[in-house]
């Protein structure tokens, strides 16, 4: 199982809004709505900030947002702040009942 | 509150064998699937194995298929992974998550670090 392919790094100022990408295939991201998203600071363990797509946890912020057209499911941040600066990794359930994780992408606010 | 504890990481040889832990405190764990995610060292997440809530069904990536096993007690409130065969490969942090991956998983432990070398 190939991983999902996230861009290796993007970057905004503050108060931008900027998007990430994760695209997969028919046998994963396009054929199921349980895409989720993860926040990882270095050295930590990961944060949940979407789940199932577009649905947002208790306790994240309101900046953070999902969607998902075809293949791909991607991620907003809106009004980006300097606390946003981490890696971020989407995952998808497969045709094969395992999960596959992205590349991951790093986020750096300028 | 939710916590998860993993134990058992450190370092073995090429071949060895490894049991890592998961403590998890709160009445829920009994009621939850359980996963196993790895990160190894200046790479990416890396999804390893999955239990059902009552231990009945289990799923593995296929890097570790035939070599790992995932299984628990819920008497005790823990997760294990037990790792035979270790390759140099499976050096990562390993971090437990609890929940149905497919939801999203809304807890993490700490994580713990194995190291596979000679």
């Known amino acids: 199982q190939s991983a999902l392919t996230q861009p290796a790094s993007v970057s905004g100022s503050p108060g931008q809004s900027i998007t990430i990408s994760c695209t997969g295939t028919?046998?994963?991201?396009?054929?199921?709505?349980?895409v989720s998203w993860y926040q990882q600071y270095p050295g930590k363990a990961p944060k949940l900030v979407i789940s199932?797509?577009?649905n947002r946890p208790s306790g994240v912020s309101n900046r953070f947002s999902g969607s998902k057209s075809g293949n791909t499911a991607s991620l907003t941040i809106s009004g980006l702040q300097a606390e946003d600066e981490a890696d971020y990794y989407c995952?998808?359930?497969?045709?094969?009942?395992?999960?596959?994780f992205g590349t991951g992408t790093k986020v750096t606010v300028l | 509150e939710v916590q998860l504890l993993e134990s058992g990481g450190g370092l073995v040889q090429p071949g060895g064998s490894l049991r890592l832990s998961c403590a998890a405190s709160g009445s829920t764990f009994s009621s939850s699937a359980m996963s196993w995610v790895r990160q190894a060292p200046g790479t990416g997440l890396e999804w390893v194995s999955a239990?059902?809530?009552?231990?009945?069904?289990?799923y593995y990536t296929d890097s570790v298929k035939g070599r790992f096993t995932i299984f628990r007690d819920n008497s005790k409130n823990t997760l294990y992974l037990q790792m035979n065969s270790l390759r140099a490969e499976d050096t990562a942090v390993y971090y437990c998550?609890?929940?149905?991956?497919?939801?999203?998983?809304?807890?993490w432990g700490q994580g713990t670090l194995v190291t596979v070398s000679s």
């Open positions: 239990i059902s809530d009552n231990g009945g069904s289990t």
């Open positions: 199932e797509v577009s």
């Open positions: 995952c998808s359930y497969t045709s094969r009942r395992t999960y596959v």
């Open positions: 998550a609890k929940g149905i991956f497919a939801e999203g998983a809304a807890y």
């Open positions: 028919n046998s994963d991201v396009g054929g199921y709505d349980y």
